[in-house]
């Protein structure tokens, strides 16, 4: 589904990604973990296409398609989809009225009719009850006004709108309560099917409680240094990294 | 991305050659230039009584002695006063027979915009008698209106039909020594629309000059009188949301609102004229009075949206003299490439606990220039006066202005007044989050530009609210990336 290879991004004159290689398949959970500034939140705005971020060697194809040449709502369209870390917010314009233009441009884009006002008000009530979201939160704007707990279960309520063959969820797990973890989690692992899969950044290993990763990567300093299962994660709740950056010091 | 309007006009300026549409020389125009045998001709042309002539002439020796005021945040060329033609018969357009005949680019355009089908001929001159329904429509609409005593005619009309109210009513709120365009409507002013309320009668429908017979080429120095007597309410839509094409370029309207006691009028305008191409060449001047005067309950609400003309000079004001009288204004400027709106309102407030909202919302794109401008002015008897003014200014680019101008002056000490103004930008993080959901640029900015102007765009009746909101986008198409 997606295969990332050597890819080095920077921002002006830095380079943040050094070479990243990263293959993911239909039906894996995957979970990027490191210390601060090692380069997780730049992998998955760059695979969503930030503008702020230049691509400067390597490849990334997904789902057959070299991802690079495609803009950034191509790739939404075709079923990439980023949950923001901080999600971002747009007054004066309807959660409810914002979901119906996306999913509407998804379909469009699938060669499907738009949905029905009727349709569109069942998917939404379908969806909401996924992550538990107040219902009354879709009236509201977007983003505007909700608690950190709302934001992010508005994310992962729109990626259940979207339905996505490949989310990556960018701290998803940062400022939630343990009640709303577990909602987040869930919802997640709820979505979670054979032809469709999750690359999860995270600090902490508390979320993949929740959500069980097939791999666990770890990045550093723009590179992936070590890639192991579910165990690794606790190991690395429990020692921190500095054994695996001494590591590759020496490497 | 090209300036969709302008290649609307482009496309319909080059289409009078394609229908075979020749531009005669019509005998009923006359030369160009002001003068007053010039007024004394429009006034003798349009068959009007010798008080009315009297009274443009009073006007245009008013006028003779004004200069042109340049206190506005504008760059208004010199305009040549003695170059313009000042009376033109109602120009013919081009009759279609039908709208396969319409500019397919055109028809794209009313169909983004959501017009009816009816509306659509009729704007694109496809002749009237085919449109099936128009004609009984607007009798319909004329019989109703006529059942409740209500008058809505062209100026005209009014000025042989009804001279008591003309005589006790027109200049009473704008009078012509008010301002220099004022004075120069009062004299040369082509027609308008009139309306008039009886006591106690609520307009059972939405006034708008599209149902108004004779409605087409009231030209450029339009003059519209509303009357509301005593408990009455209407809610009266001035212009259109599809692009208009106009040879003439400078406007110079007066509208004025007469509230009489606990009356209710809501006057809405979208205004789209020609803002010009992209450097800025040809666009239309605009340069408006508005204003309307409460009496006792009165209120008075105006909503705009303006996206249109090159220049814009536009101040809808509200004169709250009867006590417990109210004004609104609501506004939504957009000015894109070189357009220059210099736009706002005055309240002022005379009676005892006089009331007023202002807010208003600009959005500047391209290299424009954006400017709000407004007073609150609370005399010395204003006792218990409140004011609530919002301001707030959206820029897009980095090379478009806006400022505001806001004057307060308060002759009473038990005056409420607040004001509050922001002025943001469409950040790189709301563009990404919106394409990053699927929704390209374009789509994204019309979405967050219709956000920001929600509060102003409900205000509007439904129909109108739609056709504004997808205005809005259009009227920034190719503003971003």
Known sequence: MLKVENLH????????????????????????????????????????????????????????????TLSIEERSRKGLFLGFQYPVEIPGVTMANFMKLAVNEHRKAKGLAPLTAAEYLRLMREKSAIVELDSKLTAR??????????????EIFQMAMLDPKLAILDETDSGLDIDALRIVATGVTRLKREDNATVVI????????????????????????????????????????DWLINDYKEE | MENETKNIINELEGSDYKY?????????????????????????????????????????????????????????PEIDFQDVIYYAAPKQKPKLNSMDEVDPELKRTFDKLGIPLEEQMALAGVAVDAVMDSVSVKTTFRETLREKGIIFCSMSEAIREYPELIQKYLGSVVPYTDNFYAALNAAVFSDGSFCYIPKGVRCPMELSTYFRINAEGTGQFERTLIVADEGSYVSYLEGCTAPQRDENQLHAAVVEIVVERDADVKYSTVQNWYPGDKQGRGGVYNFVTKRGLCRE???????????????????PSCVLLGDNSSGEFY?????????????????????????????????????????????????KGAEGARNYSQCDSLLIGDKCGAHTFPVIESHNPTAVLEHEATTSKISEEQLFYCNQRGLSTEDAVGLIVGGYAREVIQQLPMEFAVEAQKLLSLSLEGSVG
């Open chain 2, 20 to 76: 075979g549409f020749v531009t005669d020389i019509e005998t009923d125009v006359i030369p160009k230039g002001l003068s007053e045998d010039v007024i004394r001709l429009i006034s003798a042309k349009k068959q009007e009584p010798e008080w009315m002539l009297e009274r443009r002439l009073k006007a245009y020796r008013h006028w003779l002695t004004l200069k042109h005021p340049n206190w506005a945040h504008l760059d208004i």
């Open chain 1, 9 to 68: 991004a920077s921002v002006g004159d830095k380079e943040i990604l050094r070479g990243i290689n990263l293959e993911v398949k239909a039906g894996e959970v995957h979970a990027i973990m490191g210390p601060n500034g090692s380069g997780k939140s730049t992998l998955a705005s760059v695979l969503a296409g930030n503008e702020k971020f230049t691509v400067t060697a390597g490849s990334v194809e997904y789902m057959g398609e070299d991802l690079m």
């Open chain 1, 202 to 241: 995270t600090h902490y290993q508390r979320l993949l409680d929740y959500i069980v990763p097939d791999y666990v990567h770890v990045l550093y300093k723009g590179r992936i240094i070590y890639t192991g299962d579910k165990s690794l994660a606790l190991k690395l709740e429990k020692e921190g990294y």
């Open chain 2, 297 to 315: 309950g009165g209120h008075l609400s105006w909503t705009q949206v303006e996206t249109g003309s090159a220049i814009t000079w536009k101040y």
């Open chain 2, 331 to 379: 506004s939504v400027a957009l000015t894109n490439n070189y357009q220059q709106a210099d736009t706002g309102t005055k309240m002022i407030h005379i009676g005892r606990n006089t009331r007023s909202r202002i807010v208003s919302k600009g959005i500047s794109a391209g290299r424009s220039q954006n400017a709000y401008r407004g007073l609150v002015r609370v005399a």
């Open chain 1, 141 to 154: 704007s977007v983003n505007e006004g909700f608690s950190g707990g709302e934001k992010k279960k508005n």
